[in-house]
Structure formats: structure tokens, C-alpha cells
């Protein structure tokens, strides 16, 4: 059986096809990148949006239409929260909400009558990261979220906490590693209430794998800031875990906050960002901002904008707010007119290009490591141009000699000068 496997969304979403490829494999099966070759289909919707759930719908009937006699099974947060109308969709033969996600393999091969034969599986090595090359692999260690932000319709679609256990996620580690992976990131719903509900945290965790793993590189996926443990800076002491925290702040003003149901204002997240550079020397804090949020006045804007900027994020992911049925946000009075959210989008676009600029000058002329990937840009016919990340999650590229092979090896590099979306460096060693 010829098995393709497509993702839509979150990080989370493609630890979870990681998972499935593996399973697929080992009862014998093969992972193909052609869509049209596949004999099943496995599709990993979204929904965090209105425009993601149409993206979802269109990926199911694209597929079919280009592969018809390819058995498709449909999961994710869309069929979750829409069951019955993705199960009228053409060519989707079962349905597998996030409860069953563990199960999804099982069940497909159960349901659809799938022979399992594992006498013929292939090392799983042969599969390892089969959509993203082999430097990386996304490891989901927990699902769901206590809290409910208003504008959020994932929590409800992935229901209620669950962490999967330390000894389960250093032996996926120890896997990956074993098959040349160097940098393992930690996903899930809300990565920070890991431990929750099995009387542990996310320091735990964190401690566990620097203790009991030989990854060369350990990174954290989106964190709420709230969720910090305590002395959880103390552990980047250990040069194995990544200097970049991606907490999502949302909106640089209180009132906005409010709406939204965060549970960190302001002064809390400024504080949180002044202990994270004092104890962790070039540490890279990116964040995502919600633009046009309902209700959100001028003066509130002009407030969010200007805390954004004396944060001085390294990156912003930005969002223009846009209605999600099923959340509280959508009920909100005084929405805003799509031209005031494309004005305010743009400035903070504008914003955010210019500290982006002001964090790569900040890095110039350090020495710092990268884990070169596999993309490369033709130079001439002896060099090209090769692409990787620092430990601070900085792009880089550097020209090199074709007969050199750099991909998913780790380098000193020299820092050098900053371009739009990466930094160019040179090789130390």
C-alpha cells in the first residue's frame, strides 16, 4: 500500500503525520510524496480559521478529483468540529476525529480492510522526516487547552489536556536521533500546561530529555507566556536547548487582552521578556499579533503598537482578525471594516520588518552554530548558496563549494551582514 500523507495548520498537525508515517511503515507499508500514485490518502485538517476550514474542504475534493480511486481518510480539527458535512465530502471514506488520533492507523487499517505486513517493513529509518528532510522532527508531547481565548475555536476542537508520557517521548527521541535527526522541536495545543494532568511540567520534560537524550539540538514550539515554570530559564544553561521563545502575545493592549481572555497583561509579559535576556545571552523572542481584534478602538491600536515596539520582538507572526464561528470573539460587538484592519496590518508589518532588521544587526560578527538544511541556490558551477538556522532560529546562508556537503551537519559560522529574510555568514569551521 502506497501511503500519502498531507497536513494543513499547526506544527502539531505535522508531528502527528511524523507519528503515522512511522506506524504505516512499520505494518509494511510504504510513505510516497506523489499524491497520485498513493493507494490512501491521509488528510490532517484545520480549522483556526474560516479560510482554513475552505482550504480543508478544497484539499479533500482536489485530491479526490486528481486521485480517484485513492481511499482518503480525513482527520483534524475541520472534521472534528464538522463531521457530518465532511463525510458528504466526495471520495471520503472515514472519518477520524482528534479523540482517535492515536488510533488513526489502527482504525485505518481495521476499517478499510488494509492488510498489515510487517515481515516486509522496511527500516524505519527510510521514512524518517518524510516531508521535511532529516535535520528536524516535530515531536507532539501533549493536546488540548484548559483555557478558552475567545478568538480560539482549536480548544474546542482538541478538547481537553492530555501529555503524553516522559519515558514515551524520550524513546521517540532516541529513535530520531538514531536515524541522523539533530534538532528535535516540542509541539502541542498548549506545550506549556504540559504535566498537567501526570503531576509533572514542561521544566520536567525539558530536563528529562537533556538528561536522558543525545539530541544536539532541543526547541520549543509556541509557549503562553503565563505558563512558564518556575527557574525555567535556568535550564538554557545547557547549550542544547535553542535560545528562541515563541510567546504569542496578541495584543499590546490591556483592554484588548480582556476581550480576548488572555491571562498575561502587559507588565507580566514584560517582565517575562526582561528575565529571558538577562539569563539567556542572544535569546531570539518572537511572538504573533492579532490585528482588528472586534471592538479594538484607535487609542487601544496606537497602545498595541507602541508596547509592540518597545518589546522589540525578533519576529512577529501577523494575523488580521477575521470571524471564526463557534467562538466567543465572533459574538463581540463593533467589528471592524476590512480597511481599517489592512491599514493597521501594514503598519505593523512595516513594524515588524524593521526589528527584524534590528535583531539581525544585533547578531553581526557573532560566532554562532547552524544546522544547514538541504535547500541551495546556484552561485556558479563550483559554488552555491546553502540555508540553515542559528541556535537562535536566524536564517542564514553561506556560499560554499559544491563538493561540499553541509546538509543537516552543524557549523561555526561568522555572522557577516543582514539581508531582507536571512543573514549571510561564513564557515569557521
Not at 228 to 242: A, G, V
Not at 339 to 351: G, T
Request: charged share 25%; hydrophobic share 40%.
Amino acid at each position: 500500500m502506497l501511503v500519502h500523507l498531507r497536513t494543513l495548520g499547526c506544527r502539531l498537525n505535522e508531528a502527528e503525520l511524523e507519528s503515522w508515517a512511522q506506524a504505516f511503515q512499520q505494518a509494511g507499508h510504504t510513505i510516497t510524496r506523489e499524491q497520485n500514485l498513493a493507494n490512501l490518502v491521509i488528510i490532517n485538517s484545520c480549522a483556526v480559521t474560516q479560510d482554513a476550514v475552505r482550504k480543508s474542504r478544497q484539499l479533500i475534493r482536489r485530491i479526490h478529483r486528481d486521485n480517484p480511486s485513492a481511499k482518503i481518510i480525513a482527520s483534524g480539527c475541520y472534521v472534528t468540529l464538522n463531521a457530518d458535512e465532511a463525510a458528504e465530502l466526495l471520495g471520503v471514506d472515514l472519518i477520524i476525529g482528534n479523540a482517535d488520533k492515536d488510533r488513526l492507523v489502527e482504525m485505518a487499517l481495521a476499517e478499510l480492510e488494509i492488510p498489515s505486513m510487517p515481515a516486509m517493513s522496511t527500516e524505519p529509518a527510510a521514512i524518517s522526516l518524510f516531508n521535511r528532510g532529516r535535520q528536524r522532527a516535530f515531536i507532539k508531547v501533549q493536546d488540548g487547552c484548559r483555557y478558552r481565548c475567545t478568538f480560539c475555536i482549536v480548544t474546542v476542537a482538541r478538547g481537553e489536556e492530555k501529555s503524553t508520557p516522559i519515558t514515551q517521548i524520550i524513546e521517540d527521541i532516541n529513535r530520531f536521533v538514531d536515524q541522523g535527526v539533530k534538532e528535535v522541536i516540542l509541539t502541542g495545543v498548549h506545550l506549556g500546561g504540559y504535566g498537567s494532568d501526570i503531576q509533572q511540567n514542561l521544566s520536567d520534560l525539558i530536563q528529562a530529555i537533556l538528561d536522558q537524550t543525545s539530541v544536539p539540538r532541543l526547541r520549543l514550539g509556541s509557549l503562553e507566556p503565563w505558563d512558564l515554570p518556575e527557574n525555567f530559564f535556568d535550564l538554557f544553561s545547557n547549550p542544547r536547548l535553542m535560545p528562541h521563545l515563541h510567546l504569542p502575545l496578541q495584543s499590546g493592549s490591556d483592554s484588548v487582552l480582556k476581550r480576548m481572555a488572555r491571562r498575561c497583561k502587559t507588565e507580566e509579559f514584560t517582565q517575562i521578556v526582561i528575565e529571558a535576556r538577562a539569563k539567556v545571552p542572544h535569546i531570539n523572542i518572537t511572538t504573533d499579533i492579532i490585528v482588528g481584534f472586534p471592538g479594538e478602538t484607535e487609542q487601544e491600536w496606537q497602545d498595541s503598537f507602541n508596547y509592540i515596539k518597545s518589546i522589540n520582538f525578533g519576529h512577529i507572526h501577523i494575523f488580521t482578525y477575521s470571524l471564526r464561528t463557534g467562538t466567543k470573539a465572533a459574538t463581540l460587538p463593533e467589528h471592524l471594516t476590512n480597511a481599517v484592519k489592512k491599514q493597521r496590518s501594514q503598519q505593523l508589518h512595516q513594524l515588524a520588518k524593521t526589528m527584524k532588521q534590528d535583531f539581525f544587526s544585533q547578531n553581526k560578527n557573532q560566532q554562532v552554530h547552524v544546522l544547514w538544511e538541504g535547500q541551495k541556490e546556484d552561485i556558479s558551477d563550483t559554488q552555491h548558496k546553502i540555508f540553515g538556522y542559528t541556535d537562535n532560529y536566524l536564517r542564514v546562508a553561506a556560499i560554499v563549494d559544491k563538493t561540499q556537503n553541509h546538509e543537516n551537519q552543524l557549523s561555526t559560522v561568522k555572522i557577516e551582514s543582514p539581508e531582507t529574510d536571512h543573514l549571510i555568514a561564513s564557515i569557521v569551521e
